[in-house]
């Protein structure tokens, strides 16, 4: 069916599809929601399983299922924030990390936000519910591919990026890097 039917009920509830492109994930799809804070998303995910669009939704999906769930994921975020439609594209370097580090990890992260440009920003986030509740996620934000592209390749170079990476990998391992588009 059509896709823009599937998304319909969750748009409601200020959800975004986003599209892995490349690295471990590609070709995924995935849902991600935002709210001010975690009662206003129990709030938001009581009142979307009770809605019939979304139980209908539910069903389909159970009995024609076009793919599976790989992975369920609360984040809480500890840096910025998501800005998925003025920053469509997302570079996401996750890393395996102790949260002892945190407090490091987020001034390292204070200093690419220095470096920001009006073409792209930087956010972090924490898990606080899944599978692994070590990791540190940082995600660059870009308003295109090709500002990505010349984002990595005049800043991602550059001598004080590459002290800062160096850095990062003291305070823990990267795991995976991945981009993506919102759809």
Known sequence: GDHRDLHYPLRRQRQMCIRDSSGPSAGLLAVHATTENWTQMG???TKLSSDPEF???QTNRRKNPVGQMV???GMRTVFGGPRWSEFPVEYHRRYTMPRSNMKKALD???EIDAMTT???AISAAVPIT??????FLAAYQFKSFV????????????EKMQDIVARASELGTLQTADVMITV
């Open 43 to 45: 709030e938001a995910l």
């Open 55 to 57: 139980i209908e939704w």
């Open 71 to 73: 992975r369920r994921l």
């Open 108 to 110: 390292i992260i204070g």
């Open 118 to 120: 009006d073409e792209w």
């Open 130 to 135: 899944g599978a692994d509740m070590n990791s």
């Open 147 to 158: 500002g990505m592209g010349k984002c990595l390749d005049e800043i991602g170079m550059s």
